[in-house]
């Protein structure tokens, strides 16, 4: 992945969290960051190069920095400055598979990413999230305790015939769950593949928790939309299967049953959108979990590494308007604009007030939250609340932590593995 060009005039713009925001361990170097005169990239890398720079020649060649492209710019920057990886959920989950020599992955992310690389790493690699807090709204409707008493139901119904596709913004308990029905797990980037992989088995399909990006995936593949149900609301407390207005046939009859969450910062966008950049001369591509009325007007429909590829790989004089969350698009229109391509936030529409939303929850890493992350690792004294193991649950308001025995861990990460395992051949298998 090539490197970030470092804008000098840009100011580092993430929004300052409160005080009191930060876990105790980190509130001094929160306070010095604070106590910066401004967020210029000079400031700040002259603050953070004071702690970065000595765990970085601490650990050498065993750290690994890692974080989501839709982590805040100054983040991106932060970690592609100190030779880390920026990549999506699929390229950020095989960090620690693929890199055996990496003992300590640090990633600025949310909380079910870094999960997802504790899953597929060896023992002697850690994984530690500078904020443990920072959790993902989608996968926050879609905890243990919703999905698996319903999938209980599911399987009593239907018996082997069911199969859980847990798209990998879930728990490592959901992937469990994926893994124990001969399920897989899947990305935006490869989720088509493993729903026409599952399908083709004959089997009908819980696909976990987004139920548009499995409503997207169904529509690209032809799939009658008589034969998607939805399931009940999380939030309403529906827990019995049948309840919903289809009753038990509507479930009886479908192929794929899809769980009701969303991704709030990808449902804002709407076809008028679509239509008014298009008239001013923009192609427009969106994320798959946009509202299918959305994506089945957009010029292109893919995963984030889609996005950024099609920014990166446009000729000069191009122009896009692009439906995904806001720190991404920032980010893609500093590239593009220095290689004269133009990039606009798909909500960037006369009227619209809320353009631009960034993905919250992802927010809550920042500088100070690096810094301390990384001093206290290497003088030993990182709070283990910030390390991530197969199956822990965080409490993303109050941070207290359920993490399981041992021995339920060495489970849980067996039977997820193998649904994380068959995503990867599946989606080899379909590159190649
Ligand atoms: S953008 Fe949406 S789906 Fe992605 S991590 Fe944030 S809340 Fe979750």
């Keep these: 992945m090539g490197a970030f060009q470092i804008f000098p005039s840009i100011p580092i713009c993430q929004t300052d969290l409160p005080l009191d925001w930060y876990q105790e361990e980190f ?27 000595p ?35 699929y390229q950020l989950a095989l960090k620690a598979r693929d890199n055996p020599r990496k003992r300590v992955i640090v990633e600025s992310a949310v909380h079910f990413m870094a ?38 139901q599911l399987i009593e119904r239907y018996g082997e015939d069911l199969l859980v596709v847990a798209y990998m913004n879930t728990s490592g308990r959901i992937k469990q769950l994926a893994g124990r029905t001969g399920g897989a797990v899947c990305t935006s980037s490869n989720a088509g593949l493993v729903l026409r992989w599952a399908l083709d088995q004959g089997r009908k399909v819980l696909f976990v928790p987004d139920e548009h990006l499995g409503r997207n995936a169904a529509h690209l593949l032809g799939i009658a939309p008589d034969r998607l ?26 192929d794929i049953l899809l769980w009701r969450s969303f991704c709030g ?67 893609a229109c500093e590239q593009g604009a220095a290689r004269a391509v133009e990039v606009v936030h798909l909500a960037e529409v006369p009227g619209f007030r809320q353009g631009g939303c960034g993905c919250a929850t992802m927010s809550r890493n ?17 709070p283990d609340i910030n390390r991530v193991l197969p199956g822990d649950d965080v409490d993303e308001l109050t941070m207290r932590r359920d993490r399981l025995s041992p021995a339920e861990r060495e489970e849980l990460t067996r039977d997820a593995r193998i649904a994380m395992e068959r995503m990867i051949q599946i989606a080899e298998a379909g590159a190649g």
């Design 27 to 53: 509130r001094p170097y929160a306070e010095e960051y604070l106590a910066l005169p401004d967020r210029l990239p000079e400031t700040v890398f002259g603050w953070l190069d004071g702690y970065v720079r």
């Design 229 to 254: 149900a939805l399931l009940g609301d999380p939030r309403e407390g529906h827990h019995r299967i049948g309840e919903t207005p289809g009753g038990l046939e509507e479930l009886d009859h479908a």
């Design 115 to 152: 999960e997802a690389i504790a899953l597929l790493a060896r023992d002697d690699q850690q994984v530690w999230i500078t904020n443990p807090k920072a959790g993902c709204t989608m996968e926050m409707l879609a905890k243990d305790y919703m999905v698996l008493p319903v999938a209980d």
């Design 55 to 89: 765990a970085c020649e601490h650990f050498g060649d065993a750290l690994l920095l890692v974080a989501h492209y839709y982590m805040g710019g100054e983040i991106v920057k932060l970690v592609e400055r100190y030779g880390g990886a920026v990549g999506d959920s």
């Design 265 to 331: 910062v990808h449902t804002i966008f709407t076809p008028e959108m679509v239509r008014w950049h298009r008239q001013q001369g923009r192609e427009v591509l969106v994320h798959p979990e946009s509202r299918l009325e959305v994506a089945a007007v957009a010029d292109g429909v893919g995963s984030t590494s889609y996005l950024w590829h099609r920014v990166m790989d446009a000729p000069p004089g191009s122009r896009f308007a692009i439906g995904t969350e806001g720190h991404f698009v920032r980010n």
């Design 366 to 382: 920042d500088p100070p939250h690096l810094a301390a992350m990384l001093d206290l690792l290497r003088r030993g004294d990182a």
